[in-house]
């Protein structure tokens, strides 16, 4: 059994997951689920973390579970002996764990390697805070990803992830963790940059992947920008398409991509238009993108501004989801972020669904996909940077 470790956005992470394992028709059996973790039985089946890890944005961790026990023990003693080497690094997470058990656990294993005279070096993560999980309070001792590869805890060393779950303490050793180098290089190194106006890479690889195309289809990016879901799109193995009416955003979009052609494994081939993503003719499998939601507003606004906002987007997502169904083949999945807003009376303002109900798509059923896991759609997410709209991930395909 294996333990996955979630990323902020947990119902973002699960479903990523979901959809990819469905995709790579992966058996398994979700035996715990837990807002910021899963257990997962794969019955038998050998998976290969290296490349879930790098192919997913939603999981920081994987960890292989070796044992369980009612208490700490010595009987753990026996279960360490993950190195040979005299000299190594060590680290400890856990979640739900108190700080007396944390003491436990370590006293247990500081003993263990003194016996065997290795050097073993405890590399102690930042306490965080008891937070508020959907159903209890979750108290997390979890290290930073980068922490985990900085420290070679996965090559000479080890991480010991222990979870206490239904007064049973689960131990797992880490085997494979996420990295953020990969996103900041793609963020600070590309030519243009445009930061009020790009989605993150993580979370444009999360929705790539959720459009669950086969590699070698073509996705368009109707408001492209400066091409942060091109260059994903590109890296993962598709063809692309970026349209914008901006003729700076579109300069912008080449010059990323082109950057992107020298500095990764890229086959795919990308094609970019100038002008109205609602009356533009193109052919694509898939649609993946972040569309204009309105001025930037610096505090939440009233009930009448945000009426104004939306008599100014509705008809532009209108007509846009009018050509979408035109212009995409096949059943035409879409993944797209779309706003609601909060007024400063704390009222919540939903963006009315006829804007793409009307024009032949509908919400994709989730049903089938896992019957263990609470899976929806759409699914809010909100920005680290706390921007005053509210967003939700929707993923949509043709209704005929």
Not at 134 to 142: A, D, E, L, Q, V
Request: aromatic share 10%; proline share 4%; net charge positive.
């Amino acid at each position: 059994m294996y333990l996955f470790l979630l990323g902020r956005d947990s119902s973002l992470s699960k479903l990523e997951l979901s959809i990819y394992l469905h995709k790579e028709k992966i058996n398994y059996n979700i035996v715990k689920e837990e807002d910021n973790y899963l257990i997962i039985d794969f019955l038998g089946y050998n998976i290969n973390h290296n490349k879930i890890i790098t192919d997913l944005g939603g999981i920081t961790r994987i960890a292989n579970i070796y044992h369980n026990s009612k208490t700490i023990n010595e009987k753990l003693i026996s279960k360490l002996d993950f190195i040979n080497k005299k000299s190594f690094n060590y680290s400890l997470s856990t979640i739900d764990v108190d700080e007396s058990g944390i003491e436990n656990i370590n006293e247990i294993i500081k003993s263990y390697y003194r016996e065997e005279k290795a050097k073993a070096v405890y590399k102690k993560p930042k306490l965080l805070p008891i937070v508020k999980g959907k159903k209890k309070k979750i108290r997390r001792n979890i290290i930073n990803p980068d922490d985990v590869l900085s420290w070679n805890l996965l090559n000479n060393g080890f991480e010991l992830f222990v979870i206490k779950v239904d007064n049973e303490y689960i131990f797992a050793k880490t085997i494979a963790c996420s990295s953020s180098s990969d996103y900041i290089f793609k963020d600070k190194n590309r030519p243009v940059k445009k930061e009020l106006y790009s989605t993150s890479f993580r979370l444009t690889k999360i929705m790539v992947n959720l459009l669950d195309l086969p590699v070698g289809k073509t996705i368009v990016d109707p408001f492209c920008g400066v091409g942060t879901f091109l260059i994903e799109a590109l890296i993962n193995g598709y063809d692309v398409i970026g349209i914008d009416k901006n003729n700076e955003m579109i300069a912008g979009a080449r010059k990323n991509v082109a950057w992107a052609e020298n500095n990764f494994k890229i086959q795919g081939k990308s094609k970019f238009i100038i002008g109205n993503s609602s009356k533009i003719f193109f052919k694509a499998d898939g649609a993946c993108f972040e569309p204009y939601m309105g001025p930037f507003l610096d505090n939440l606004p009233n009930e009448q501004r945000v009426k104004q906002i939306l008599g100014e987007i509705v008809p532009l997502y209108s007509d846009l989801f009018d050509n979408l169904a035109n212009n995409l083949k096949g059943k035409g999945r879409i993944v797209c972020v779309l706003p609601e807003f909060q007024t400063y009376d704390n009222k919540i303002i939903k963006l009315s669904e006829n804007v793409f109900l009307n024009h032949g798509f509908k919400i994709v059923s989730l049903t089938g996909l896992s019957n263990k896991l609470n899976l929806i759609n759409p699914i809010p997410y909100n920005t680290p940077s706390g921007s005053k709209i509210l967003r939700n991930i929707y993923i949509l395909e043709k209704d005929k």
